[in-house]
């Protein structure tokens, strides 16, 4: 059962404006990650559905999170389809993200009052993921798809749009800001948030610090929404 309502999540979305995205097939390491994050302002998580046994690690990393980090809102990426959603939705996944629209998965996110955020790269597929449903829709790959200038042309006949982009984002001051310059809602950020050399190293303290780093930055744009 999910511990927030689709309501909170994408209130957490909007406010904190970055939701890390990461996956390690060692439990006690994204232990770790989500702690620093958590230390860094984060309240918004997506642990991604990749490797083999995935649901196993996210399954004790969210009864793990809900006592350690009790404001993390964990949710799960790189989902396709509807029996995987349902898996992690049973395992207590508040939200729902993929890289590509399944009308199938919204029936299931739907019926259990589970916030999803489709991929699109569409004008065609935004429309039709807020049909369906989205509040937030997910761009991806957002820097391939035409980066910020796609989303300041989405949001000129859209303007309701609210966008979440994932793909092409770093945690600089000048990256960052074309992004909400241009329109988006809040952005997602995989790697460039996790340095190898700091997951090797067990250097916490750096995520946490690229976290606050970003998270202030954000906010310069998001406090005056």
Request: glycine share 10%.
């Amino acid at each position: 059962m999910a511990k927030f309502s689709r309501i909170e999540v994408y209130q957490a979305m909007m406010k904190t404006g970055i939701v890390p995205v990461f996956y390690h097939a060692d439990v006690e390491v994204a232990k770790q990650v989500v702690k620093a994050c958590y230390e860094g302002g984060i309240r918004v998580f997506e642990f991604v559905n990749r490797g083999d046994f995935a649901h196993e690690v996210f399954g004790e990393l969210i009864k793990w999170t809900a006592k350690e980090c009790p404001e993390m809102i964990l949710g799960i990426g790189s989902i396709v389809d509807a029996p995987t959603a349902a898996l992690y939705i049973q395992l207590g996944a508040n939200f729902v993200v993929g890289p590509l629209l399944n009308p199938d998965i919204f029936k299931v996110c739907n019926r259990r009052q589970i916030a999803y955020s489709p991929g699109c790269a569409t004008t065609s597929e935004i429309g039709l993921a807020q049909e369906l449903g989205a509040e937030i829709v997910k761009v991806f790959p957002g820097g391939n798809v035409g980066g910020a200038s796609f989303v300041k042309n989405i949001k000129g006949p859209m303007p309701w749009s609210k966008i979440m982009v994932t793909g092409g984002v770093e945690p600089t001051e000048e990256n960052l800001s074309q992004w909400f310059k241009a329109g988006v809602t809040c952005v997602g950020m995989g790697s460039n948030l996790f340095p190898s050399e700091a997951l090797k190293n067990k250097e916490w303290k750096k995520i946490t610090d690229l976290c606050k780093t970003s998270v202030a930055i954000v906010q310069k744009f998001t406090l005056n929404k």
